[in-house]
């Protein structure tokens, strides 16, 4: 186990998220809480990361961080070689609805809307027409096995067929950074099992680059690299060592 220290030298164009010397401390009361401190690393496209550690250890915060939903104190958020560490909120979001895609335990779509449209909503928040949202939202669920569930609401789908669309909601502007929290955590063990295979064929096969927080070991220990959160530092693990 060794301190994961991000190679700072001349920017590489497969190098789509570099977090250096990350520092965010909450205040609860008198009591200060160090929460990352100075926790670095990098995400190169086409790999999927495992973020683990206990409850509380600071995941969360790390991936709002990275995503640019929380600003640190300190350090940098570098995106495709950008320095989004300080942007204005409007320049923040629009490099999130650009660049990132977010997928959470619970699949949080919009349960007036079908698969479909919930798949076709991002693009059309990004100004895709109508016609070519549901054409790319119909081949995206179609990859995940939805061809015939497109018509259908949240409530009439499984929870399994859920997250699938979830996962292509957040792939809907071909993003080139995926950031996930426990995105199947909220599954059974078989179901689990399948989304994960098919969340990591997605990865593959877009070149994403991917960090995904998750307390399942056997699961993490399958992506190419693992991440524990510790002390508020990010600590390089071989993946072959959790099981």
Same mark, same amino acid.
């Given at each position: 186990m060794q301190d994961f220290?991000?190679?700072?030298?001349p920017p590489s164009d497969s190098v789509v998220l570099r977090l250096v010397d990350l520092r965010r401390?909450?205040?609860?009361?008198?009591?200060?809480?160090?929460?990352?401190?100075?926790?670095s690393a990098e995400l190169r496209e086409g790999e999927a990361v495992a973020l683990v550690g206990p409850s509380g250890a600071g995941k969360s915060t790390l991936l709002h961080t990275a995503g640019l939903l929380e600003t640190p104190d300190s350090g940098q958020v570098i995106i495709a070689g950008r320095d989004c560490s300080r942007m204005k909120d409007d320049d923040r979001t629009r490099i999130r609805r650009a660049t990132m895609g977010f997928i959470y335990q619970f699949h949080q779509l919009?349960?007036?809307?079908?698969?479909?449209?919930?798949?076709?909503?991002?693009?059309?928040?990004?100004?895709?027409?109508?016609r070519e949202?549901?054409?790319r939202a119909a081949e995206l669920l179609t990859t995940v096995g939805l061809a015939?569930? #497109?018509?259908?609401?949240?409530?009439?789908?499984?929870?399994?067929?859920?997250?699938?669309?979830?996962?292509?909601?957040a792939l809907a502007n071909a993003p080139r950074l995926? #950031?996930?929290?426990?995105?199947?955590?909220? #599954?059974?063990?078989?179901?689990?099992e399948i989304?994960?295979?098919?969340?990591?064929?997605?990865?593959?096969?877009?070149?994403?680059?991917?960090?995904?927080?998750?307390?399942?070991?056997e699961l993490a220990a399958r992506m190419?690299?693992?991440?524990?959160?510790?002390?508020?530092? #990010?600590?390089?693990l071989e993946p072959h060592s959790l099981v």
């Open positions: 220290t991000p190679h700072l030298g401390t909450f205040h609860q009361g008198s009591r200060k809480i160090e929460v990352l401190a100075g926790a919009l349960p007036e809307f079908s698969a479909l449209e919930n798949v076709a909503m991002p693009q059309l928040i990004q100004g895709r027409s109508k949202a549901h054409a015939e569930r #497109l018509d259908h609401r949240p409530a009439e789908l499984s929870g399994g067929e859920q997250q699938r669309t979830a996962i292509c909601r995926l #950031l996930a929290d426990e995105p199947t955590g909220n #599954l059974d063990p078989k179901t689990a989304v994960f295979q098919e969340l990591i064929e997605l990865i593959r096969v877009k070149r994403l680059a991917a960090l995904i927080a998750t307390h399942n070991l190419d690299r693992v991440l524990r959160m510790e002390g508020g530092q #990010l600590i390089e």
